[in-house]
C-alpha cells in the first residue's frame, strides 16, 4: 500500500456468538488527503491499540452505557497515537503524544476534548496509559477501593486475574495487606500469580479440583468478577457476612446469546451481601488519584505490569479472541507503528 493511503478495519456484521473475524470485519483502505482535522481536532498516526473485553458488547446492538458500533464504522478502540496536524484552535502540537479513541486504523482524526495528552509519570512510559494508567488500571483501582471497600486483613478472590485488571486488582490487594486468592485458566498463569505478583494462592479454573481447592480456602469478603457465569455463581456460596461483589464483567458470557443466570443469590440476603456494577467513566474526574497512586507504585516496582504485544494491525480481529479464549497474560494490546511522522 501507498505512503498516501492508510488502512482501517470496520464491523462488518455483529456476531451472534463467537466472534469470527472473516465474517464480522473487513479491511479497508483510503486516502490520507480524505483526513482533514477541523476545528479542535487532530490528525493522529496510530501506534498501539488497546484490546478489551468491553469490545465485545460494543458489538452488540443493544442499549448499554456506550452506544453500540454501527455497521460499516471503524471498530472503536482506546489507543496511542502521535499527533501529525492539529487543527484550528487544537490545543495539541504536531508532535504530541496522545491517548484517545481512535479506532482499528492507522490513522484517524479525533476530537480534542476525546484525547489526553500523555505525559508518563517518572519510572513509567506511555505504552503504560493502555494499562496500569490507562482504563484498565482506572477499572481496577476505583472498582476495588470504592465499589469494592477493601480493607486491610480482609480475603479477597479475583478472576480473570492474569488479565490486565485482575492482575492489577490482585497486586493492590497485596499492597493493602489482604489475603488474595487468584483464579486463572493455565498452570503457567497462576506460576505467574503467585511467585512474581506474590498472590496467596493461584487456582486453576480448569483443573478437575478447582471448587474443590477454592471451597477449603474458606470464605470471602471481597470477590472482583471479571468471567461471570458459573464462577460467580460458585462466589456465591463462599461469602462472609456484608461481603461485597465487584460485578466489572463477564468474558464467559459475551459471546452468549443469552447468558446464564444465577441460580447462588439467596446468599446474597443470609449474609448481608451485595453485588454492584459499574462503569470505570463514572469516575473520570478521580483519575489522577489513581495515576499518581499506581504510577509511584510502578516506578518503585511494587506495582509489576506485563504486555502480551500482537504486531500489525491487520491481526487485530484474531488477537480479540485471546480475550475470551484465555490466549493472553497480561494486557493485550495492537502495535501498529513506530509513531514516525518525519515525512508527513
Known sequence: MSSTQFSKITLRSRPVADIIPSENFQTEHASLSSLVPGAKQVLVKVTYLSLDPAMRGWMRDTRSYLPPV??????????????????????????????????????????????????????????????????????????????????????????????????????????????????????DKCEWLEKDLGVDKALNYKSPTFYKEWKELGYL?????????????????????????????????????????????????SQRASIT??????????????????????????????????????QAPEALKMLFTGGNTGKLVVKVSDGSIAKL
Open 277 to 314: 456494577g459499574f462503569v470505570v467513566f463514572d469516575f473520570a474526574a478521580r483519575y489522577h488519584e489513581a495515576i499518581a497512586d499506581i504510577g509511584a507504585g510502578v516506578a518503585d516496582g511494587s506495582i509489576k505490569r506485563k504486555f502480551h504485544i500482537v504486531d500489525g494491525l491487520a
Open 70 to 187: 454501527q455497521i460499516g464504522e471503524t471498530m472503536r478502540a482506546g489507543g496511542l497515537g502521535v499527533v501529525v496536524k492539529a487543527g484550528e484552535g487544537s490545543k495539541f502540537a504536531k508532535g504530541d503524544t496522545v491517548y484517545g479513541t481512535p479506532g482499528w486504523a492507522e490513522y484517524a482524526v479525533v476530537d480534542d476534548k476525546t484525547c489526553t495528552k500523555i505525559e508518563p509519570p517518572k519510572g513509567t512510559d506511555a505504552l503504560d496509559f493502555l494499562n496500569t494508567l490507562g482504563m484498565p488500571g482506572m477499572t481496577a483501582y476505583f472498582g476495588l477501593h470504592d465499589i469494592g471497600r477493601i480493607k486491610k486483613g480482609e480475603t479477597l478472590v479475583v478472576s480473570g486475574a492474569a488479565g490486565a485488571v485482575g492482575s492489577l486488582v490482585c497486586q493492590l490487594g497485596k499492597r493493602l495487606g489482604c489475603k488474595v486468592i487468584a483464579i486463572a485458566g493455565s498452570p
Open 221 to 269: 469478603d471481597v470477590y472482583f468478577d471479571n468471567v461471570g457465569g458459573d464462577i460467580l455463581d460458585f462466589a456465591l456460596t463462599r461469602l462472609n457476612r456484608d461481603a461485597r461483589i465487584v460485578l466489572c464483567g463477564a468474558i464467559s458470557q459475551y459471546n452468549s446469546a443469552k447468558p446464564a443466570g444465577l441460580t447462588a443469590y439467596l446468599n446474597l440476603i
